[in-house]
């Protein structure tokens, strides 16, 4: 994230846009906001993908940082939209079609974490039913010296005495 951008969205956003100044600059914000958080959810997305969950993490402050950014530059945008339908009605169409990339790079986020967690919860299930499998014991020799089965209930580990 540049320096300033992480200055946009640590700044607090005035209340009420009242400038055709302000105005462009909340366009930009939001335009310049939306493509770093497309950016973040494509990396994602691509980690994801690759079973790379454990790199995750280190985007997930990024994200969430850019996630309040852009909910509160959308709230004062649509608080303030008549005036700036006005002041920076260029600027609109491209706003729209940012958001429109940013719901598709977000389905496809959506995607990827919806495949991740199916994977992950059968791989759970089968761990818990081989866990949960009654097995044959270890093969032991029995009181007349002949080889027996173990016990069924529980399996049991084999102890190899190596001192004669």
Known sequence: MTQHLQQKIERPAPQRIETAEEALSLCDRLLE???????????????????????????????????????????????????IKMAANEKIEDLKAQQIHFHKSLAANQNALTAVKA????????????????RRGPEVYGRDAGVTAGDNRHSAAIAVDTTL
Request: hydrophobic residues 45%.
């Open 33 to 83: 906001v939306t493509a770093d958080l497309v950016s973040v959810l494509e990396r994602e997305t691509g980690l994801l993908r690759k079973a790379k969950v454990q790199d995750l993490t280190a985007l997930h402050v990024r994200k969430q940082a850019l996630s309040v950014a852009l909910h509160r530059d959308l709230g004062l945008l649509r608080d303030n939209s008549e005036f």
């Open 119 to 134: 994977v992950s919860e059968q791989l759970l299930q089968t761990i818990a039913s081989k866990v949960h499998k009654p």
